[in-house]
């Protein structure tokens, strides 16, 4: 697990559709940070930019607020010889996901400037989820 280990922050996350379209369901401009830490805890966090718009700064707006956003915690395995990462949920704002385990795929990449890249894809209900994310 300790490859997997340090901070990530969002590049970009995408669905590929059965029809092959491509979709950004958090919007293009999404953020979001991932944590793995040595001791097999993770903690991820993602937010729709677009939509924190003026009328959405207090607290007041709550459900606006939330709306885009997903951010869970727990623990995770990992399967060396199938290269996926499994996170066994403790808390989440989805709270029927709570006890859940959700699987993904891992690749890692170095890119040019140096930098880690990790990309992380579930499959759900014909849809293949595509995370991209960077060291930090």
């Known amino acids: 697990m300790r490859f997997l280990s340090g901070v ?10 059965a029809d092959g ?3 950004y369901p ?12 040595v001791q097999g805890t993770m903690s991820v966090h993602l937010l729709r930019l677009s939509d924190y718009t003026s009328e959405l700064r207090d ?14 915690s ?19 704002t989805y709270p029927d996901w709570v006890g859940q385990d959700l699987v993904r795929q891992y690749a890692f990449e170095q890119v040019h400037d140096g930098n880690t890249r ?3 894809t579930a499959h759900y209900k014909g849809e293949k989820r595509v995370l991209l994310w960077e060291a930090i």
Do not use: F, K, M, P
């Open 26 to 37: 958090r919007g293009d401009d999404a953020i979001g940070q991932l944590i793995y830490t």
């Open 59 to 72: 607290l007041e707006s709550e459900v606006g607020a939330l709306r885009g956003t997903l951010a869970y």
């Open 8 to 17: 990530y922050r969002l590049i970009w996350q995408r669905v590929l559709n």
């Open 118 to 120: 990790l990309t992380l």
């Open 74 to 92: 727990g623990t995770y395995t990992t399967n060396d010889h199938e290269q996926t990462v499994t996170h066994h949920l403790q808390t989440c």
């Open 21 to 23: 379209r491509i979709t």
